[in-house]
């Protein structure tokens, strides 16, 4: 069944269950989309956690489906974020860097590789999911953290009714109000957060804004984009929070800063009261909430273990994370599945979830996750591709990486290099496999060059001033 004749019988599934419920007149579902920043693989207690207490996310793993191989567009926010809300992979969007960071085109003097000097801000042309939802009534608000582009190219450039807190770049001055410090080039003060109170904790704050939100739309069909800038450093933590964690870590060696911690917990106990409302004002039956993060968690502040290494690197640890949905009356409580992921899913899963056709269908990377969702059926896809040609991390060369079935391969550009996983075997990729199954090793490089040649517009090129050096 191909993807646009299986929307169609989805959403006519959805018709039929929407008009059988009591109410008079059909009900689009409202869709919460809670994306959290730099969440570890493992910081959660439904994900075998066990430092932090998350019992409002472990909670609502119960009533959902939680997957355990869902993967991040990117290994960093931007080009993760731009996918997620386009259902594109970044390699099509040609939106594969960090926007803003120092340097994010930049690249040693005699690189092997220039990065591509691509896109600074996701196209207007580019369907959004708020754009998608539009058409059928929804109001659509983005609360927190938005890091696609200079001002022209923020939430309300995009579909967005309603803008919250995001902007141009990715990390909060500070968590504390008046979230103000002097100003520093790579975190500058938040223009859109109205004034608040002293005393304010910016998670907190986001939040309360979220509550508003919802109130005022719960007799409307809603989009609320939830992107919490938690649990992105600065890593502060609110009020005394983190000194119950310096207690409990204190004689152990978790290779935890306490801040972060609190700040997971304080995360936790935000999205508990995003559910809460839900409950309260009767719109939990009829809300489709999922639950993410843009990338891997900071290897020295997140919990990754067994994943290698963390945000930045196309290792498991940089683009593995969690995923939760719920949808009571659609999705079976208390699922877990195997099944593979990316961000890119999420966007189709939204349009069927809510009959909705985006504007170009065969543009869409992403698989829609409904059979799987409430039918527990696998979905065949085609291998997963990450291109992230950025000079990011120490350990971690620009290259990209590609999924297909138990294997994984990452091709890098500086040094050129191959390695190949067993992601089966060998989650912690430990064992490079390239030399010993060198057909396994073409049969990945060929269908990622593939993809890559299918739809990359801007690449990285060589660098003249190279002198040779690996
Ligand atoms: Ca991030």
């Known amino acids: 069944m191909n993807r646009r004749h299986f929307l169609a019988t989805t959403s006519g599934l959805l018709a039929s269950l929407v008009t059988s419920r009591t109410h008079a007149a059909p009900t689009k579902p409202n869709v919460v989309l809670v994306l959290i920043d730099d969440l570890g693989y493992k910081d959660l207690g ?44 970044p390699a099509r969007t ?7 960071a120092i340097g994010r085109h930049r690249h040693p003097e005699k690189s092997r590789i220039i990065p591509p000097q691509d896109k600074m801000y996701l196209p207007h042309a580019e369907e959004s999911i708020a754009e998608l939802l539009k058409p059928q009534g929804y109001v659509s608000a983005s609360i927190g953290k938005w890091h696609l582009g200079e001002k022209g190219h923020w939430p309300e450039d995009q579909g967005f009714d309603e803008n919250i807190g995001g902007w141009t770049h990715g990390s909060p001055p500070t968590y504390y109000y008046p979230y103000k410090k002097p100003q520093k080039k790579w975190n500058p003060n938040i223009p859109t957060l109205a004034e608040g109170k002293p005393g304010e904790y910016l998670t907190d704050r986001l939040t309360d804004e979220a509550l508003g ?8 069909p809603f989009f609320l984009y939830l992107t919490l800038y938690a649990v992105h450093t600065p890593l502060e933590a609110p009020g005394n929070l983190a000194e119950k964690y310096r207690k409990k870590f ?7 800063h306490p801040a972060y911690a609190a700040m997971v917990e304080n995360m936790d106990r935000n999205i508990g009261r995003v559910l809460e409302k839900l409950k309260t004002l009767g719109l939990e039956e009829n809300t489709l909430v999922i639950f ?25 640890g940089g683009i593995r994370v969690p995923l939760i949905a719920k949808w009571p009356g659609h999705i ?27 504007q170009d269908p065969t543009k869409i990377d992403g ?17 997963q591709v990450w291109y992230y040609p950025h000079y990011h991390s120490k350990s971690m060369r620009p290259g990209a990486a590609i999924r297909k079935g138990r294997y994984k391969l990452i091709e890098t550009y500086d040094p050129v290099d191959l390695a190949l996983y067993d992601l089966e075997a060998d989650l912690s990729e430990t064992t490079n496999l390239a030399e010993k199954m060198p057909d396994k090793a073409k049969e990945l490089l060929a269908d990622l060059h593939t993809y890559l040649d299918k739809v990359l517009e801007v690449r990285h090129t060589p660098n003249p001033a190279w002198d040779g050096q690996a």
């Open 46 to 89: 439904c994900y075998g956690g066990d430092l932090f207490e998350t019992p409002h996310i472990d909670q609502l793993a119960t009533e959902g489906m939680r997957f355990t191989q869902a993967y991040a567009n990117c290994p960093v926010c931007s080009p993760s974020r731009a996918a997620l809300m386009t259902g594109k992979n």
């Open 94 to 100: 040609g939106f594969t860097g960090h926007i803003t």
């Open 213 to 220: 939100f919802i109130e005022r739309q719960q007799e409307n």
């Open 250 to 256: 204190a004689g152990k060696e978790t290779g935890i």
């Open 292 to 316: 993410t993060s843009d990338n891997g968690g900071l290897e020295d502040s997140a919990v990754q273990k067994p994943l290698r290494e963390g945000k930045g690197t196309l290792y498991e």
């Open 332 to 358: 079976p409580a208390n699922q877990t599945t195997d099944q593979l992921s990316m961000g890119t899913d999420l966007f189709p899963t939204i349009a069927a979830a809510t009959g909705t056709t985006p």
């Open 367 to 383: 698989y829609d996750l409904t059979p799987t969702l409430t039918e527990g059926k696998a979905i065949a896809r085609k291998p």
